[in-house]
């Protein structure tokens, strides 16, 4: 008889967990544990949960680097005692934190579904139940015994997608969220259609590593038309500064003046990794395509390619905490690792 599958929710806070006080109107957080209370249809699902709950549990903008170890250290130490994993998060940061978890762990062969809610789980118009509800059924869904899912994904509004590809597009829709260079794994409708042929394929059958050095020395440069010299100057010059997510126009674009392209090659002279990334929500960045990208590829700026702001953030925590040698960090960032990237 197949063993029925054991799914572990992790609540970190966000709208999801919270009910609203008829009374006064304010929205407090439930005891995770009194959730079948909520949610009964729970247990019409072909699996058994349990839930752990950050101690006290977060407005996703609070969320920061030691959060995401705690994430990342409940999912270690139960990850011999389940078969999946739902985490509940906030949806403002909710695609930095699945990118991050998703190159902290190196050879997962579960899933780690994210998901969250724009209204919480007691209001009548609520989408904190189906997105809870399909999120467990996606994360306990397996094929001779094994998990249909083997990696990190976000769950909203009908549509599973690789979690380092996503982006949070919307502040008040219920569809919050899209990955604009990469189709959604599944859509829920009546039934569950995934997309098989889209799936990290997780060749190895090597041991789980869960890696929790992450650096955050970094910044987002956002470029701008009147951006000056003097703030340029102040951000590459910050003291401890390791990399620079440098979000471009267009296809990778960026002023040719030669204060600017000067100060970005000092930076690179001094061992600061520049990622450029596009800041239009779709496409890629292709250096060299326009006379205003040729300099920037000469000094030796690495192209993001078609990342997304939060993944390139959490990709370059992660390989600066690795100490990726400098001789090697530009094949290893523009190589997919994780999915997140398009070959």
Excluded at 46 to 55: G, K, L, P, Q, V
Excluded at 197 to 213: A, C, D, E, G, H
Excluded at 237 to 254: P, R, W
Aim: charged share 20%.
């Amino acid at each position: 008889m197949a063993k029925i599958p054991h799914i572990l929710l992790i609540y970190t806070g966000g709208t999801i967990g919270m009910v609203k006080d008829f009374k006064t109107g304010v929205l407090k957080t439930f005891n995770f544990n009194k959730l079948i209370k909520h949610i009964p249809e729970i247990n019409h699902l072909n699996c058994t949960t349990d839930s752990i709950s950050f101690e006290e549990p977060i407005d996703s903008s609070n969320m920061n680097v030691s959060k995401w170890i705690s994430i990342a250290t409940i999912i270690e130490e139960n990850y011999n005692l389940f078969d999946g994993f739902v985490v509940l998060h906030g949806s403002d940061t909710m695609s930095f934190t699945a990118s991050a978890i998703s190159f902290m762990f190196e050879n997962l062969s579960k899933p780690i579904i994210f998901t969250g809610s724009q209204l919480p789980i007691g209001d009548l118009r609520t989408d904190a139940k189906e997105n809870l509800i399909t999120s467990i059924e996606i994360a306990s869904a397996q094929e001779n015994g094994k998990p249909i899912v083997q990696e990190v994904c976000l769950y909203f509004e009908y549509k599973l997608y690789r979690g380092n590809r996503t982006t949070k597009v919307n502040a008040e829709h219920f569809n919050a969220f899209t990955s604009p260079n990469f189709l959604p794994l599944c859509e829920s409708g009546v039934h569950l259609k995934f997309n098989k042929s889209l799936f990290f394929k997780n060749s190895t059958t090597k041991q789980l590593q869960v890696r929790k050095k992450l650096d955050n020395n970094i910044v987002i440069l956002k470029i701008f038309p009147g951006i000056t010299k003097e703030i340029v100057k102040s951000m590459l010059e910050i003291k401890g500064l390791k990399g620079v997510v440098l979000e471009t126009y267009g296809s990778g674009n960026a002023p040719n003046e030669a204060w600017f392209i000067n100060l970005l090659k000092g930076a690179v002279s001094k061992g600061i990794q520049i990622i450029n990334v596009t800041q239009c929500i779709g496409g890629n960045v292709i250096m060299g395509q326009y006379e205003t990208s040729i300099e920037l590829n000469k000094i030796g700026i690495i192209s993001g390619n078609d990342i997304t702001t939060e993944s390139a953030l959490a990709k370059l925590m992660y390989m600066l905490g690795e100490k990726i040698p400098k001789k090697d960090f530009k094949s290893i960032f523009t190589t997919s690792l994780r999915g997140e990237i398009s070959n």
